[in-house]
Nanobody, 121 residues
Framework: QVQLVESGGGLVQPGGSLTLSCTAS????????MRWYRQAPGEQRELVAA???????NYADSVKGRFTISRDNAKNTVYLQMNSLKPEDTAVYYC???????????????WGQGTQVTVSS
């Protein structure tokens, strides 16, 4: 089994910054993509940013130039640096990872429990 644990959410004023982190633990042979999603009340979950194991990244248009995703593969950890935060960034942020638990096994999609980010004055 693989667990993803997120941290770093909280309340921040518009224009402020936060850094989220997500660490994977458990039975891990290799982690492929690691992603951040978010879900605002009444909205569908949306992809915010993704990073491959080779650190190729992509971003939602709404966060380009403001958010940066990065990985520390040695620590099985992905980060999301969020700058110039706006009220519309308010959401629960979820970590997602595609993991092969053992050599020769299939890969599976895992989710963290989510961390709340609130941008408000």
């Amino acid at each position: 089994q693989v667990q993803l644990v997120e941290s770093g959410g909280g309340l921040v004023q518009p224009g402020g910054s936060l850094t989220l982190s997500c660490t994977a633990s458990g039975s891990i042979f290799i982690i492929y993509a690691m992603r951040w999603y978010r879900q605002a009340p009444g909205e569908q979950r949306e992809l915010v940013a993704a990073a491959t194991s080779a650190n190729t990244t992509n971003y939602a248009d709404s966060v380009k130039g403001r958010f940066t995703i990065s990985r520390d593969n040695a620590k099985n950890t992905v980060y999301l640096q969020m700058n110039s935060l706006k009220p519309e960034d308010t959401a629960v942020y979820y970590c997602n990872a595609v993991v092969r638990p053992r050599a020769g096994s299939p890969s599976y999609n895992y989710w963290g429990q989510g961390t709340q980010v609130t941008v408000s004055s």
